[in-house]
């Protein structure tokens, strides 16, 4: 996907007029001026909101917003607008409490019982969100209860701000402010309804079969899918899909993983390549041909562009080569002369998957694969440890800035290889990364 100033301002512009939305239609018009921090405190809470409700948009998988993002960097951002949006929230009273202790009162049950329910209630969601999130494999939660957790628990912190907005009235007296407030919390919903109900529904239309299961190095296997009464699916190489398995798409199961198989193979029948050493992945290789599986997609613009002028570095880190092998095979089946770098690390020989396709196709392209081992047998005369900025250095291209770069694999290889790269003095809009750290 390209770079470029214009578009960054116009998104930084957008997130900044969506975050602070409802702060601005709070102050408008007449208000009776309170204490300093008192206004700073409800202001922070209002733009907590804000950030809250464009989290729906952010994650809600619509191709405008990844488009803009890609999905990389669009969880790193909402990862963290997420902490941003509860620290605000709870910083509100806070602040209403430490300038003015009356606002305790909002607390106490005697006073009015449901509203002090509610507000203990979308505090201990809010300490539950942050915590779920921050440390969900030390609770042992799966992806798939995190999931529903985390969404449950954002729409309930939602509903109730909003019914505490318009309950106090203090900002929104006017009927059109309420109208708004009751239409920003509308649209939320309709966003889960959207993602939850009615896109299942659609992918229950198009249903698919899994044709083969193919057993691959490194623990990981391929399953092929073949459409069910439709005509399938196109997708560029690089790109994902969210896979669900079973009778149904209206399930808590739905992960994604990058397209294994060449593109111009598509729409017919598709590949995903998935290693077992995730919730859902751990599974892959029990799963028999015949099982019914829905998709929703093709997601993703980690996909290199059409010139094939344009030479690609692919920097991979075990099954992080799924969306390589994808591209490779496209570019050999277009018979593409590109010029291609593959540098592919795995902890032993073993463990690297596709190695003997990888030897074929370095037969059709223009491809030199450098396979790099943490744990290389003795007769090892290749690259050896873990990537970093000196074996970059040694395997960059002669003119490296005619290239693009592509890293996928495990996030700590990844972190490394980014800032490697920028050192040695590759432009941050010529590197693209793919994390699917959620699995």
């Not at 405008?64 to 909402?78: E, I, K, R, Y």
């Not at 509860?86 to 209403?96: A, D, R």
């Not at 399930?251 to 029948?269: I, N």
């Not at 003119?399 to 693009?404: S, T």
Request: aromatic share 12%; proline share 6%; glycine share 10%.
């Amino acid at each position: 996907m390209k770079y470029s100033l214009a578009r960054a301002i116009f998104w930084v512009v957008s997130f900044l007029v969506l975050a602070t939305a409802p702060m601005l239609v709070a102050y408008l018009g007449p208000i009776a001026p309170r204490t300093f921090w008192v206004e700073v405190g409800v202001g922070v809470g209002f733009v907590g909101l804000g950030i809250m409700l464009f989290q729906f948009l952010l994650t809600g998988r619509y191709a405008g917003v990844a488009t803009a993002f890609g999905l990389d960097s669009m969880l790193q951002f909402h990862r963290q607008m997420g902490l941003a949006a509860v620290g605000f929230i709870l910083l509100h009273p806070v602040l209403l409490f430490l300038s003015d202790p009356t606002y305790l009162e909002y607390l106490d049950p005697r006073v009015q019982l449901p509203r002090a329910l509610a507000l203990a209630g979308v505090t201990g969601a809010l300490i539950l969100l942050l915590a779920t999130s921050l440390w969900r494999r030390s609770f042992r939660l799966s992806y798939e209860w995190w999931r529903a957790i985390h969404g449950l628990l954002a729409t309930f912190v939602v509903f109730v701000g909003i019914v505490h907005i318009l309950q106090v009235g203090y900002y929104v007296s006017d009927v059109w402010k309420q109208a708004t407030f009751i239409a920003l919390g509308a649209g939320a919903v309709a966003l889960v309804v959207n993602t939850r109900i009615l896109r299942p529904w659609r992918m229950r239309q198009r249903p698919w079969r899994v044709d083969a299961v193919h057993e691959e190095g490194g623990d990981a296997s391929t399953l092929v899918l073949v459409p069910e009464g439709h005509p399938g699916m196109h997708f560029r190489p690089g790109q994902f899909a969210w896979l669900t398995l079973g009778d149904t798409p209206f399930t808590l199961q739905q992960h994604p993983f990058s397209f294994s198989s060449s593109a111009d193979a598509a729409p017919g029948r598709l590949a995903f390549t998935i290693k077992g050493d995730g919730d859902f992945s751990s599974g892959a290789r029990a799963i028999r041909p015949g099982t019914s599986a829905f998709l929703e997609g093709p997601y993703g613009y980690f996909v290199p562009k059409e010139d094939p002028g344009m030479g690609c570095v692919m920097i991979a880190g075990g099954v992080g080569a799924t969306p390589f092998r994808s591209m490779l095979r496209t570019f050999a089946d277009r018979g593409d002369p590109r010029e291609l770098h593959l540098i592919l690390a795995n902890e032993s020989q073993d463990q690297v998957i596709f190695r003997e396709e990888l030897e074929d196709l370095k037969a059709r392209l223009h491809l030199a694969v450098v396979h790099v081992l943490e744990d290389p047998p003795k007769e090892w005369e290749g690259e050896t440890g873990l990537i970093d900025r000196d074996l970059l250095a040694r395997h960059l291209p002669q003119n490296p800035l005619e290239f693009e770069y592509f890293i996928c694999g495990p996030e700590p290889m990844m972190d490394i290889a980014e800032s490697a790269l920028r050192g040695l003095g590759i432009p941050q809009k010529r590197i693209l990364s793919e994390r699917f750290n959620m699995v």
